[in-house]
């Protein structure tokens, strides 16, 4: 199934040119990357540093092209598919394993950010590892092996969290598992504990996962000290500022977003197995709960939301589903025996999680055949892309640079932008991240060869003088269309 999973990752992945405009922010920061500039102190990036550090190599390796860069995301989505399957089969033996596993396999949301270059694949995909050696871990807490589930999954949950702070409700359920842990050892008689050495590896093992996640933690950021203060306005101060800025969206963006993404079948099956955990007094339902609340209340705080955010949502449900698994021997003695009274309720709960099941799954995979048969339009249309990226080869050398409100389409040249300009978004212009005199400053730089105006961004209020201050120090070669607001699209060189 994993190389079912990778076929469905690399089919087509090339195709469309452009799924999100963060693919060119951050093909545009790994550019910068592969010509030295470091981040936060002289690339603007907004995530926690795992994220591009991990794509890099692939990056590198592959050909430095925006599909090397969907490939890095492709492969360390894997993690997901292996989470599942771990998680699944901690909390249902190899039935909920199989589940879980399928339930991720199909889900169109997790294929999808699986293939686009953002960090929201793999945070959740590292995420749903943490989460399923936890369980592991508390299944099998004694002896080395616990010892070793305990580490990875503590160094799994730091590499997931500072890829991107989206999964950060993945400590709920890591943390619970722990408190139950220690909360249940208090409880235990003396007389029932195991051998010494295996019981002082039960206590000291959550202790060995939180120095895993300290010194992971440690390592990621050590290489940014110096440059601490910028990278703390980036990965924190600025998302603060952000959801200030958009606080507005509650009503009229997030809540219709979050329900459309609670509407699924996925949802139906997560429900379906918390019932089901319930009346069969699954205390691990608490801490899936957890999960799925944290990450409701993270969503719901998020600001702007985008579609892409909902993904999140998919490992909490994917393991109550797993929890909620059909007792299939149960249901087998049952069939066998008749209508016997004590087996009948279990028997009916797990006939009904095999249609709520078989449903979800019909109806993630027939999702699954329309998004490889109709594949999500691109952002912006391939033709004007490929036309601008011809252009800025003839009017622009290697080694110039390129101000864009559309950094794909200078990436596409084969040209970079100013390191500090890779993200040119409307949220870094609206929260003043990105300011007029910002980009007349990186203008007059002798490196500086052209200026694209290809969406609306840099006709925003907040920058709108800056067509004006081109029009004086640069010449108009091309004038393309109009943008979505009706704006001119122009290339301006000088």
Known sequence: MLAIGLGMRLY???????????????????????????????????????????????????????????????????????????????????????????????????????????????????????????????????????????????????????????????????????????????????????PAQHQRLVLWAPVAGILAFLLVTLLLFLPFLASFPVMFQSIVSFHTQSSESFRYTLRTLTLPLLAQGLLTPLTLAGLAGTIIAGLRRDWRVVPLLLWLGGTLAVLLEQRPLFAHHLIALVPPFVGLSALGSPDLAALRRWLQAGSRESQRYPALASSIMVIVLAISCTYAFGQDILYFRQPPHPVTPVGPLQRVATDLEHFTKPGDMVISDEPLAVALAGRDTPPWLVDTSSVRIHTGYLTLQDLITASQEPQVRAVLFFSSRFHLPEVEGYHSWVAQHFHLVRTYGKDGTGHPQELWVR
């Not at 989470?83 to 339930?103: D, E, P, R, S, V």
């Open 12 to 194: 087509q992945l090339g195709q469309p040119l452009e799924r999100d405009f963060d693919e060119g922010v951050y093909l545009q920061s790994l550019r910068a990357m592969s010509h030295g500039f470091a981040l936060y102190s002289q690339t603007f990036y907004s995530q926690p540093p795992f994220f591009l550090e991990s794509v890099f190599p692939i990056y590198a390796l592959a050909g430095q092209t925006l599909w090397a860069g969907r490939l890095a995301i492709a492969l360390l989505s894997l993690c997901g598919l292996i989470g599942a399957w771990l998680l699944g089969k901690a909390l249902q033996g190899y039935t909920g394993a199989f589940i879980a596993l399928l339930l991720t396999l199909t889900s169109v949301s997790f294929l999808n950010e699986s293939r686009v270059l953002q960090a929201d694949g793999p945070s959740v995909a590292l995420s749903l590892l943490a989460v399923g050696l936890a369980f592991h871990w508390w299944q099998k807490p004694a002896g080395w092996r616990g010892l070793l589930l305990a580490i990875l999954s503590g160094a799994a949950l730091a590499l997931s969290i500072f890829t991107k702070f989206l999964v950060a409700p993945a400590l709920l359920p890591v943390a619970s598992l722990v408190l139950a842990r220690y909360w249940q050892l208090r409880r235990s008689p003396q007389g029932e504990a195991s």
